[in-house]
T-cell receptor
Framework: DAGVIQSPRHEVTEMGQEVTLRCKPI?????LFWYRQTMMRGLELLIY????????DSGMPEDRFSAKMPNASFSTLKIQPSEPRDSAVYFC??????????????FGPGTRLTVL | GDSVTQMEGPVTLSEEAFLTINCTYT??????LFWYVQYPGEGLQLLLK?????DKGSNKGFEATYRKETTSFHLEKGSVQVSDSAVYFC?????????????FGTGTRLTIIP
């Protein structure tokens, strides 16, 4: 099993540019999660999907952030326009049925984003 | 709201030392508790979990006991190895009308020196 795949692994961009992060969940997993990790705030849940439908996006910091899941094997997190404070490591995770008690989230290796 | 407080890092120990990383939580419901580990350059991996009070989770020599009376879930290992160097995250999860979310602590960086 290839695990959760994220691309790119590193992204450096300039303030104001659009950034798109990509995620391929583990095949057969119904849930997909996007997290952001920073030194100041730790690991925060941004949004999660169930069967390609967004369930909870209350963690999305502002309208500059958007996430889509057009099919079961692909999701994107887009930041437009990007700002230096968006610099962080962004993780994607997937789980089979989503239950925090009964299930396990599998994390990708993350995308380290630097906005200059 | 739900929250997790972890021992501040970094923590540096010698090989074969005893490890404790403290974790306490606040939750409105009946949470399950988790420890995740993040090795350098990798994503988080589930290390162990406990789903109800007095349960003990264990894996790879690590243990943690769900203590409802002290709202704690401290991670312990009797004899650490260099390969245990990583960042450790305590987390809680509460099932809430189909809304399944994990709340993480800020992480504790552990370095084991030979």
């Amino acid at each position: 099993d290839a695990g959760v795949i994220q691309s790119p692994r590193h992204e450096v961009t300039e303030m104001g540019q659009e950034v798109t992060l990509r995620c391929k969940p583990i095949s057969g997993h119904d849930y997909l999660f996007w997290y952001r990790q920073t030194m100041m705030r730790g690991l925060e849940l941004l949004i999660y999907f169930n069967n390609n439908v967004p369930i909870d996006d209350s963690g999305m910091p502002e309208d500059r952030f958007s996430a889509k899941m057009p099919n079961a094997s692909f999701s994107t997190l887009k930041i437009q326009p990007s700002e230096p404070r968006d610099s962080a490591v962004y993780f994607c995770a997937s789980s089979l049925k989503g239950g925090v008690v009964t299930d396990t989230q599998y994390f990708g290796p993350g995308t380290r984003l630097t906005v200059l | 709201g739900d929250s997790v407080t972890q021992m501040e890092g970094p923590v540096t120990l010698s090989e074969e030392a005893f490890l404790t990383i403290n974790c306490t939580y606040t939750a409105t419901g009946y949470p399950s508790l988790f420890w995740y580990v993040q090795y350098p350059g990798e994503g988080l991996q589930l290390l162990l979990k406990a789903t109800k009070a007095d349960d003990k989770g264990s894996n790879k020599g690590f243990e943690a006991t769900y203590r409802k009376e002290t709202t704690s879930f401290h991670l312990e290992k009797g004899s650490v190895q260099v390969s245990d160097s990583a960042v450790y995250f305590c987390a809680l999860g509460v099932s809430n009308f189909g809304n399944e979310k994990l709340t993480f602590g800020t992480g504790t960086r552990l370095t084991i020196i030979p």
